[in-house]
């Protein structure tokens, strides 16, 4: 933009309010910096923020991707919000919780995403439902290609061409110069993929981390890191450039720990775990002019505290929203020395009802009580901040206490175990892809049907349908009631063609007979480790019109039946299509 156009953008930001750029990685561990003595890695553009910032050495997070991604948005913790788990209808937010893009907009920001969301793949549940006037990326927890992805621009899917960070910095940068030419403030989260697996990256950052002599896991991971760090660097050049950083706050941050096993700072636990090493993440602020340079705030700070904090430091109206968990720590991003109570921070536990009620843990300035399949752990942070030793026996007293503050917290919390319904029928959103990851298989995984991959996570699909016993179920949420048109994405071999069946909804049944094969390979990736070609396999999917039926307002049902299965096995099914006439 002109040297006019960005005095202006910087005036009227500045008087008014700042910018932000919120970035957010996905697996990256509190180890995985050179700032934090990674004896492999280089990541001066991460460590820079630091220097030219705070560093908020203590900063926690949930175990888990989807948990964190909530509890950020909202400034509440994750089961207060929904999100109880990672897939399923699980990682799904309240649709009616209040997020920082709601709050920014309703402030007169821009408001854009950009990458991994993990909180909703229907609208209103998707980032342009809670407050995020453009989103770039994918819903999902995950995408299978990092290379040429298919990526959702806008509501609309899109094969793109390149690597899924560099594409992620170019649409941020993007946004963020489109908004700053129009003088008007934005929030941009930014929330790259990397380096949650699979492990792809190209042969340039893969090959300088083998020949160092490590494992082809530690290499890719490292190799994606090390591109991320260069993104960033590209990200922030062009930021001083455009002279953005007088007036925009930054802030970088992880969702959670390592996947094992690698450099973790000698922290106990990965991802997944409730100990420092699964929710201690890196976590900088830098707003040049407001926040001393080089900065290092000891106190416990978390997720839940992002959101009031950036309230007060952009100077928003303060936002109707459910009671918070989080507490602004803008007086100590001010003053290091500034009043603030010690209190509780609680990790609250994600998974199956078992796991809910078999973990978690709970933190202040001195301790960590940690609950680990029913029993409990006591560390001394200050003293052994690496939990080498289990004092619970020398100090039963101050175990009781935080056992008894965090069995309270979550008693109080309803925890969502049944998955949310799928909404169907909003105005301006006539399309309903329902994956099949989202099913519920009868009898059950495994048994006469299953998925392309065990688990059924994100991308896969329904496959190995050798029984008409057998069965995928979804449930709805009809808002809008109509006529809807149903088509099945499928993939047939040849020697089962022929397969007949009938989709069911609310009560309704639509026959169909699969007459064309159609088996196409999957797509090819450079995957670099053991199984993930498996577990990451993508391919295209044919749409077949099936017929329409008529929906009401309220609960409703889809299953897919088989009712003859000539061949060895009865159709491969990736999605079935309700459009709303």
Same mark, same amino acid.
């Given at each position: 933009?002109?040297?006019?156009?960005?005095?202006?953008?910087?005036?009227?930001?500045?008087?008014?309010?700042?910018?932000?750029?919120?970035?957010?990685?996905?697996?990256?561990?509190?180890?995985?910096?050179?700032?934090?003595?990674?004896?492999?890695?280089?990541?001066?553009?991460?460590?820079?923020?630091?220097?030219?910032?705070?560093?908020?050495?203590?900063?926690?997070?949930?175990?888990?991707?989807?948990?964190?991604?909530?509890?950020?948005?909202?400034?509440?913790?994750?089961?207060?919000?929904?999100?109880?788990?990672?897939?399923?209808?699980?990682?799904?937010?309240?649709?009616?919780?209040?997020?920082?893009?709601?709050?920014?907009?309703?402030?007169?920001?821009?408001?854009?995403?950009?990458?991994?969301?993990?909180?909703?793949?229907?609208?209103?549940?998707?980032?342009?439902?809670?407050?995020?006037?453009?989103?770039?990326?994918?819903?999902?927890?995950?995408?299978?290609?990092?290379?040429?992805?298919?990526?959702? !621009? #806008?509501?609309?899917?899109?094969? *793109? +061409?390149?690597?899924?960070? /560099? &594409?992620?910095? =170019?649409?941020?940068?993007? $946004? @963020?110069?489109?908004?700053?030419?129009?003088?008007?403030?934005?929030?941009?989260?930014?929330?790259?993929?990397?380096?949650?697996?699979?492990?792809?990256?190209?042969?340039?950052?893969?090959?300088?981390?083998?020949?160092?002599?490590?494992?082809?896991?530690?290499?890719?991971?490292?190799?994606?890191?090390?591109?991320?760090? !260069? #993104?960033?660097?590209?990200?922030? *050049? +062009?930021?001083?450039?455009? /002279? &953005?950083?007088? =007036?925009?706050?930054?802030? $970088? @941050?992880?969702?959670?720990?390592?996947?094992?096993?690698?450099?973790?700072?000698?922290?106990?636990?990965?991802?997944?775990?409730?100990?420092?090493?699964?929710?201690?993440?890196?976590?900088?602020?830098?707003?040049?002019?407001?926040?001393?340079?080089?900065?290092?705030?000891?106190?416990?700070?978390?997720?839940?505290?992002?959101?009031?904090?950036?309230?007060?430091?952009?100077?928003?109206?303060?936002?109707?929203?459910?009671?918070?968990?989080?507490?602004? $720590?803008?007086?100590?991003?001010?003053?290091?020395?500034?009043?603030?109570?010690?209190?509780?921070?609680?990790?609250?536990?994600?998974?199956?009802?078992?796991?809910?009620?078999?973990?978690?843990?709970?933190?202040?300035?001195?301790?960590?009580?940690?609950?680990?399949?029913?029993?409990?752990?006591?560390?001394?942070?200050?003293?052994?901040?690496?939990?080498?030793?289990?004092?619970?026996?020398?100090?039963?007293?101050?175990?009781?206490?935080?056992?008894?503050?965090?069995?309270?917290?979550?008693?109080?919390?309803?925890?969502?175990?049944?998955?949310?319904?799928?909404?169907?029928?909003?105005?301006?959103?006539?399309?309903?892809?329902?994956?099949?990851?989202?099913?519920?298989?009868?009898?059950?995984?495994?048994?006469?049907?299953?998925?392309?991959?065990?688990?059924?996570?994100?991308?896969?699909?329904?496959?190995?349908?050798?029984?008409?016993?057998?069965?995928?179920?979804?449930?709805?949420?009809?808002?809008?009631?109509?006529?809807?048109?149903?088509?099945?994405?499928?993939?047939?071999?040849?020697?089962?063609?022929?397969?007949?069946?009938?989709?069911?909804?609310?009560?309704?049944?639509?026959?169909?007979?699969?007459?064309?094969?159609?088996?196409?390979?999957?797509?090819?990736?450079?995957?670099?480790?053991?199984?993930?070609?498996?577990?990451?396999?993508?391919?295209?999917?044919?749409?077949?019109?099936?017929?329409?039926?008529?929906?009401?307002?309220?609960?409703?049902?889809?299953?897919?039946?088989?009712?003859?299965?000539?061949?060895?096995?009865?159709?491969?099914?990736?999605?079935?299509?309700?459009?709303?006439?």
């Amino acid at each position: 933009m002109s040297a006019h156009t960005a005095a202006h953008a910087a005036e009227t930001s500045s008087t008014e309010h700042p910018n932000v750029l919120l970035i957010v990685t996905d697996d990256q561990g509190f180890g995985d910096l050179s700032l934090h003595g990674n004896p492999y890695l280089k990541t001066p553009a991460m460590d820079s923020l630091a220097d030219e910032g705070a560093n908020l050495d203590t900063f926690y997070v949930s175990p888990l991707c989807a948990p964190t991604r909530a509890s950020l948005l909202t400034g509440r913790y994750h089961p207060e919000v929904g999100v109880t788990h990672v897939t399923r209808r699980l990682e799904v937010m309240d649709p009616e919780e209040t997020t920082l893009a709601e709050i920014f907009r309703d402030n007169g920001y821009a408001t854009g995403a950009f990458g991994k969301w993990h909180n909703g793949s229907f609208y209103p549940e998707t980032p342009r439902g809670q407050g995020f006037d453009e989103f770039y990326g994918f819903p999902y927890g995950h995408i299978p290609h990092y290379f040429e992805p298919e990526i959702e !621009d #806008n509501g609309v899917w899109k094969q *793109e +061409h390149g690597y899924i960070t /560099d &594409l992620l910095t =170019d649409e941020a940068m993007k $946004f @963020m110069d489109k908004e700053s030419a129009a003088g008007k403030p934005f929030f941009c989260y930014l929330a790259y993929n990397a380096p949650h697996t699979p492990a792809l990256v190209s042969d340039e950052y893969y090959d300088r981390f083998k020949a160092m002599g490590l494992t082809d896991k530690e290499a890719a991971i490292y190799g994606m890191i090390a591109a991320l760090d !260069d #993104n960033l660097a590209r990200l922030f *050049e +062009h930021m001083q450039k455009e /002279d &953005l950083f007088k =007036d925009t706050i930054v802030i $970088f @941050m992880s969702d959670n720990g390592p996947i094992p096993e690698r450099y973790n700072a000698n922290l106990k636990g990965w991802k997944g775990w409730y100990d420092e090493g699964g929710v201690r993440v890196p976590c900088f602020i830098r707003w040049d002019g407001h926040i001393t340079k080089g900065e290092k705030l000891e106190k416990r700070l978390a997720h839940v505290d992002i959101l009031p904090t950036l309230v007060e430091l952009c100077d928003l109206k303060q936002p109707k929203t459910l009671p918070l968990d989080g507490q602004s $720590f803008a007086a100590l991003l001010k003053d290091p020395q500034a009043p603030w109570e010690d209190r509780l921070l609680y990790t609250l536990p994600v998974g199956n009802k078992d796991r809910i009620e078999s973990y978690g843990s709970v933190r202040n300035d001195e301790w960590l009580a940690v609950k680990r399949e029913n029993e409990w752990e006591l560390y001394d942070l200050l003293k052994d901040p690496t939990q080498q030793h289990n004092v619970a026996a020398q100090y039963p007293d101050v175990l009781a206490q935080l056992k008894a503050a965090y069995e309270k917290r979550h008693g109080a919390i309803n925890y969502r175990l049944d998955p949310r319904p799928i909404p169907v029928g909003y105005e301006g959103h006539p399309l309903v892809r329902i994956e099949a990851h989202d099913a519920l298989l009868h009898p059950k995984n495994g048994e006469g049907i299953g998925y392309n991959y065990p688990a059924g996570f994100a991308h896969h699909w329904i496959t190995n349908w050798t029984s008409m016993d057998s069965y995928p179920e979804w449930s709805l949420n009809v808002v809008g009631g109509g006529t809807y048109d149903v088509a099945l994405l499928y993939c047939l071999p040849a020697e089962d063609v022929g397969v007949q069946g009938e989709v069911q909804v609310a009560g309704q049944s639509v026959a169909f007979k699969l007459d064309e094969a159609f088996d196409p390979d999957v797509y090819p990736q450079p995957f670099r480790l053991k199984g993930e070609a498996e577990k990451y396999a993508r391919k295209p999917w044919k749409t077949f019109p099936v017929g329409t039926v008529e929906l009401e307002p309220g609960p409703a049902t889809v299953r897919v039946r088989l009712t003859d299965i000539p061949g060895p096995m009865g159709m491969e099914l990736k999605a079935v299509e309700l459009r709303k006439r």
